[in-house]
C-alpha cells in the first residue's frame, strides 16, 4: 500500500460548540490519514471528542475548520443533494443502536440504501446473497427488526452498510449494545470482510476487545490525538495487541505522564 | 412558579398540535354558530309568522349541541391519548425529580384548561364575527334586510358554548390524566417507545389470510348494505334501517382491518422492482393501517356522513328555493263576499288593494244536495295517449297519479282567469267542449311528460260529455297559501261549474295589492304593514308573505342544521385521521433520521411523507366516498319529495367538488405541517 494513495485524509479539523464562554473546543487540530483496505480504530475516554470526530467524517456534523477529504474530494464543505449523494453510497454506517427501520424486513432494510440512490436491486441480489452469507443472516431476511435478538440486527446493519460497496465504513460503538459473544461474531465477520474484499472500516470504540481486530488505534484525548498503536502483521497475534491496547488505555486512565 | 410552567407546557402544546388546535377553535365556532341561531334576524322574523315551527326546532338544537359535544368528546379524548403518550418520558422525568402524583394530575389538568381559555380568547370573537356575516347574508339574500338588523350577541350561546367545551375538555382529560398520573415513572419513561410490528409476527402466512378474508368479507357486508340501501331503504322500515347501519358500519370496520396486510402482502411482491423511498413509504402507509384501523373506518364513516348530510342540505335548499311567480298576495277564509266586501273598501286598505276575487273551486265528489247529477268522470282519453307513449319511470308515476285522482278539484274559468288579470297575464279562452289541465306540481317527475302529452289533446270524460284538454298545461299559484296543492285539476268553463257547484259556496277570497305600494315600501314591508291592519279584524287569512316565510323556514332550518352537522363530522373526521398521521410520524422520527444518514435528501423523505398522507386521507375518504354515492342514490330515492332533477345534478356535484376542495386544502395542511417536522430533524442539514 503506497502512501500516496490515501482514501481518507483529516487535515487539521477543529469543532467548536458554543459561543464565547460556553465555548468547548471538542476536536483541536486533528489530522490523520485511513489509507484503502485498513481497519482503523479510534479510542479514548468519555468526553475525548471521538464521537465528534466520527460525526464530522460522517458529515454529521460541519468541522468549525479544517478539511475532510474523501478520495480527494472535500465532503465536509459538501450541502443538500452533495451529501446525500455521498451518504449511504460512498460512506457506510453502523450505529451503537442498530437504527434499523423497524417496519421494514431486514431485507428490506439491507436493501434501502441501494433503493434510495436508485439503483436496480434485482442487480444486486448477488451481492445481497454474498453479505448475508457472511454475516450468517440469510434465515432472518424476512423477519422484521423486532423478531431479531440485539446481535442479529447489528449484522443485519453491517449488512446493510457494506451493500452499496462505500469507500468507507463508519462504525461508531457498534459492539455497545451487544453481550461479548455476539460482540465477537460481529468484529469476527468485520474484520473478514476487511480481510477478503479489503474494505476500509473507521471504527470508534473503548472497548479494547473490539479494538483487537484493528490494523490501527489512533487514541484520542482532550481534542488531539494522543497516541498510535499499530499491529504489526504478520507477528503480532490478535491477543498480544490487545494487551497493548489495554496497556496504553491503562496509561491514559492515569494521566499523560505516565506514557511513552 | 407553577402556573408559569403550566402556561410554558400549553405554549408548547399548542405550537407542536397547532391541526388540534385549530379544530377546537372551529368547533367553538360551530357550537356558538349553532347555539345563537335563535338570535339571527331569520329567525327572529319567522318566529313571528311560524312560531309553532320555529320553538320546535330551537328545541332541537339543545339535541344537535348535546350531540355534538359527544363527538368532540372523542375528537378531545383521542387527540389527547396520543399527546399524552408522546409526553409520557417527561411526565416519568416529573415523578423521577420529585413531582408528586396529584401535582402532575393537576399540572395536565391546568394545562388543558390554560389551552382551553386561549381557545375560547380566538374561537368566541371569530364566532361573532361569522354569526354576523351569516345574519347579514341571509338577510340580504331573503330580501330580510328591511325588517332591520341589529347586532346581537347570544348570552346563552356564549355561556354554553364555554360550559360545553370545557365540560368535554375536563371530562376528557380527567379521565386521561387520572390513568396517566397513576402509573409508575418507569411505565412512564418506557412508554413512548416505537411500537412493534407485532401484527407481522412469526404466523406471517395465517395473519395475512385471516386479513384477506376480514378484507373480503368487509367488501360483502358494504356491497350487501350498499343493495339493501338503494332497494329497500325508501320503505322507512327502521329494522330495515337499523340492519343497514349494522352490516354498514361492521363491513367499514372488518374492511380496514384486513387493509394492513394486504398492504404488506403487496410491498413484498413489489419490493425488489421499488426504487426510491416507495417500499418505505408503502411499509408507512402499512404500519399507519394496522394501527389505526379503528381510527381509519371512524373518520371514514364520518366522512360519509358528513357527505350525506351536506347532499341533503343541498337539496333542501334547492327543493325549496324553486319560488314561483306571485301571483296572488292574500287568501282570505270567508264564508260569504259580505264579510270581507267592507273590509277591503275601508278607507284604511282601500288605497293599497289593487283587486280581489272569488277562487271558485270545488272536489267533484257526488254531492248529497243534488242526487240526480252525474257525478261521472274518468281521465280515459289522457290515461290511453299516456299509455301510448314509450315506458318510462316518469310514465309510470303519471299513470299511478291519475288512477288515483278519480275525484279531481274543478276550478271555475272566470275565477282563474280573474287570477291571471290580476297578475297581468292572458287570460284563458276555453272552446265549448274545452277544459283546462292545471297542476300545482310544477317540479315533479311528471310534469314535462304531462305537458307534451297534452300537446296531442287527449280527452277527459265528465258526465255523459267527452271534453279535450287544451294544449297548454296551467301551474299558476291559485292561492296565496303554499300549502295548499292540487295534484291535477280542471279549469272548467263557468257553465259547467255552476252546474254542478254554487259559486257562493266558495271561501277562498283573493286579494293582491297595488304595485306601486309594494315597489315603494318593497314587498316585506308593504306586506307587513297590511298585516298589521289585518290582524286587528280577526279575519282568517294567509299571506304570500307567510306562506314564503314557512318556506324560507325550511329550508333555513333544514340546510343549516345539516350543514352544521355536516361539517361537525367533516372537522372531527380530519383531525382524527390528520393528528393519527401526525402522531406516528413523531414517534417514528428516528426512521427519517436513518433515511437521511443512509443518503435521502430531505426533498425525497418529505415528498415520502407526503405521499404518506395522500395515501392514509384516500383510503378514508374513497371508501366514503363509494359509500356516500349510494347512501346518497338512497337519499334522495327515499325522500318522496327530493326530485333528482339535472339541475339537482349539478349543484350537488358542485358541493361535491367543494367537498373536494375542502380535503384537499386540509391534506396541504398536514403535509405542510410534516415537512415541517422533518426538516426539523437536526441530523438532515
Redesign the interface.
Known amino acids: 500500500m503506497n502512501a500516496s494513495n490515501k482514501l481518507l485524509e483529516v487535515k487539521e479539523v477543529r469543532k467548536v460548540f458554543g459561543e464565547g464562554q460556553n465555548e468547548t473546543m471538542a476536536l483541536k487540530g486533528v489530522t490523520f490519514n485511513v489509507l484503502p483496505g485498513e481497519f482503523l480504530g479510534i479510542m479514548g475516554a468519555s468526553g475525548s471528542g471521538k464521537t465528534t470526530l466520527l460525526n464530522v467524517i460522517a458529515t454529521m456534523l460541519k468541522p468549525t475548520s479544517g478539511q475532510i477529504l474523501l478520495d480527494g474530494q472535500n465532503i465536509s464543505s459538501f450541502k443538500g443533494s452533495q451529501l446525500a449523494a455521498y451518504r449511504g453510497d460512498q460512506i457506510g454506517y453502523l450505529f451503537q443502536q442498530f437504527e434499523l427501520i423497524d417496519n421494514l424486513t431486514a431485507k428490506e432494510n439491507i436493501m434501502l440504501p441501494l433503493a434510495i440512490h436508485g439503483i436496480n436491486l434485482k442487480e444486486q441480489e448477488q451481492a445481497l446473497r454474498q453479505l448475508s452469507k457472511l454475516f450468517d443472516i440469510e434465515e432472518l431476511l424476512n423477519k422484521f427488526p423486532s423478531q431479531l435478538s440485539g446481535g442479529q440486527k447489528q449484522r443485519v446493519a453491517a449488512a446493510r452498510a457494506l451493500i452499496s460497496n462505500p469507500s468507507i465504513v463508519l462504525a461508531d460503538e457498534p459492539t455497545g449494545a451487544l453481550d461479548t459473544k455476539n460482540a465477537k461474531i460481529l468484529m469476527e465477520k468485520l474484520s473478514e470482510h476487511n480481510q477478503q474484499q479489503e474494505s476500509t472500516i473507521l471504527m470508534v470504540t473503548h472497548d479494547a476487545n473490539a479494538a483487537s481486530y484493528c490494523s490501527r488505534i489512533l487514541f484520542i484525548q482532550d481534542g488531539v490525538i494522543f497516541h498510535e498503536l499499530r499491529r504489526n502483521v504478520p507477528g503480532e497475534s490478535q491477543e498480544a495487541f490487545y494487551e497493548r491496547i489495554v496497556m496504553v488505555m491503562a496509561q491514559l486512565a492515569g494521566g499523560s505522564s505516565n506514557v511513552l | 412558579m407553577f402556573f408559569d410552567f403550566v402556561k410554558r407546557n400549553s405554549r408548547k402544546t399548542r405550537k407542536e398540535n397547532g391541526v388540534y388546535f385549530a379544530s377546537l377553535i372551529v368547533s367553538i365556532v360551530a357550537f356558538y354558530v349553532i347555539l345563537s341561531l335563535g338570535e339571527q334576524d331569520v329567525m327572529l322574523y319567522l318566529k313571528t309568522i311560524e312560531s309553532d315551527a320555529v320553538e320546535r326546532l330551537l328545541l332541537l338544537i339543545p339535541v344537535l349541541y348535546a350531540v355534538s359535544l359527544v363527538f368532540v368528546f372523542f375528537l378531545v379524548y383521542f387527540a389527547n391519548r396520543y399527546q399524552l403518550q408522546q409526553r409520557s418520558h417527561e411526565f416519568g422525568l416529573y415523578l423521577m425529580m420529585g413531582m408528586k402524583q396529584s401535582k402532575l394530575f393537576l399540572m395536565i389538568m391546568g394545562e388543558t384548561i390554560w389551552n382551553g381559555i386561549v381557545a375560547v380568547c380566538i374561537g368566541l370573537p371569530i364566532s361573532l364575527f361569522l354569526t354576523e356575516l351569516i345574519n347579514l347574508t341571509t338577510s340580504r339574500f331573503v330580501g330580510m334586510g328591511i325588517i332591520g338588523h341589529a347586532f346581537r350577541i347570544s348570552w346563552t350561546g356564549i355561556s354554553l358554548t364555554i360550559c360545553g367545551f370545557f365540560l368535554v375538555q375536563l371530562l376528557a382529560m380527567f379521565i386521561l390524566s387520572f390513568t396517566m398520573s397513576r402509573k409508575e415513572p418507569i411505565e412512564l419513561l418506557h412508554e413512548e417507545k416505537?411500537k412493534?410490528?407485532?401484527t407481522?409476527?412469526?404466523k406471517?402466512g395465517a395473519v395475512s389470510l385471516l386479513s384477506g378474508a376480514a378484507l373480503l368479507i368487509g367488501m360483502i357486508l358494504l356491497c350487501i348494505a350498499y343493495g339493501m340501501a338503494i332497494l329497500y331503504l325508501r320503505n322507512f322500515d327502521y329494522r330495515v334501517f337499523a340492519l343497514i347501519l349494522l352490516v354498514g358500519v361492521c363491513g367499514t370496520f372488518i374492511l380496514f382491518r384486513g387493509l394492513g396486510s394486504v398492504i404488506g402482502v403487496y410491498v413484498k411482491r413489489k419490493?425488489?422492482?421499488?426504487?426510491?423511498?416507495?417500499?418505505?413509504t408503502a411499509?408507512?402507509l402499512?404500519?399507519n393501517v394496522l394501527h389505526q384501523w379503528s381510527s381509519l373506518a371512524i373518520s371514514t364513516l364520518l366522512i360519509l356522513m358528513a357527505m350525506v348530510c351536506f347532499a341533503f342540505g343541498t337539496s333542501t335548499a334547492l327543493m325549496n328555493s324553486a319560488v314561483a311567480n306571485r301571483t296572488v298576495d292574500y287568501t282570505f277564509h270567508a264564508n260569504n263576499e259580505d264579510d270581507i266586501k267592507p273590509l277591503i273598501q275601508s278607507e284604511e286598505l282601500a288605497p293599497y288593494v289593487d283587486s280581489y276575487y272569488r277562487m271558485a273551486l270545488h272536489n267533484f265528489n257526488p254531492s248529497e244536495d243534488e242526487p240526480l247529477l252525474n257525478y261521472h268522470f274518468a281521465w280515459t282519453g289522457l290515461i290511453e295517449t299516456v299509455s301510448s307513449q314509450d315506458d318510462s319511470e316518469p310514465k309510470e308515476i303519471l299513470l299511478n297519479n291519475l288512477s288515483m285522482q278519480d275525484t279531481p278539484y274543478f276550478i271555475s274559468l272566470s275565477s282563474y282567469n280573474a287570477m291571471l288579470e290580476a297578475a297581468e297575464k292572458k287570460p284563458i279562452q276555453l272552446a265549448g267542449n274545452e277544459v283546462a289541465m292545471y297542476t300545482s306540481d310544477d317540479t315533479g317527475a311528471s310534469y314535462d311528460i304531462l305537458k307534451d302529452i297534452l300537446k296531442k289533446s287527449p280527452t277527459v270524460e265528465i258526465a255523459e260529455n267527452e271534453y279535450t284538454l287544451m294544449p297548454t298545461l296551467y301551474s299558476d299559484q291559485i292561492v296565496a297559501d303554499r300549502a295548499i296543492t292540487l295534484m291535477y285539476s280542471l279549469i272548467v268553463p263557468d257553465a259547467l261549474f255552476e252546474q254542478y257547484f254554487d259559486a257562493d259556496e266558495t271561501w277562498l277570497w283573493n286579494m293582491t295589492l297595488k304595485d306601486e305600494f309594494i315597489e315603494e315600501k318593497g314587498l316585506m314591508q308593504a306586506m307587513l304593514e297590511v298585516d298589521q291592519m289585518l290582524n286587528s279584524t280577526g279575519l282568517q287569512y294567509e299571506s304570500y308573505l307567510a306562506s314564503m316565510g314557512r318556506q324560507l323556514f325550511y329550508t333555513v332550518a333544514g340546510s343549516y342544521t345539516t350543514f352544521y352537522l355536516g361539517v361537525m363530522f367533516l372537522i372531527i373526521a380530519n383531525t382524527v385521521l390528520g393528528l393519527n398521521f401526525l402522531m406516528q410520524q413523531r414517534s417514528?422520527r428516528?426512521?427519517y433520521?436513518?433515511?437521511?444518514?443512509?443518503?435521502?435528501?430531505?426533498e425525497?423523505i418529505c415528498t415520502s411523507a407526503r405521499k404518506q398522507i395522500w395515501l392514509y386521507f384516500i383510503l378514508a375518504i374513497s371508501v366514503a366516498f363509494v359509500s356516500g354515492i349510494f347512501g346518497i342514490w338512497s337519499l334522495l330515492t327515499a325522500m318522496p319529495a327530493t326530485v333528482f332533477s339535472f339541475k339537482n345534478g349539478i349543484v350537488i356535484g358542485l358541493v361535491v367538488l367543494l367537498f373536494i376542495v375542502m380535503e384537499i386544502g386540509y391534506i396541504r395542511m398536514i403535509q405542510r405541517k410534516s415537512d415541517v417536522e422533518i426538516r426539523k430533524l437536526k441530523?438532515i442539514?
Open positions: 416505537e412493534s410490528q407485532s407481522m409476527t412469526p406471517w419490493g425488489s422492482s421499488s426504487t426510491g423511498l416507495s417500499m418505505f411499509r408507512q402499512q404500519e417514528t428516528s426512521r433520521q436513518t433515511l437521511a444518514m443512509l443518503g435521502a435528501n430531505v425525497s441530523e442539514d
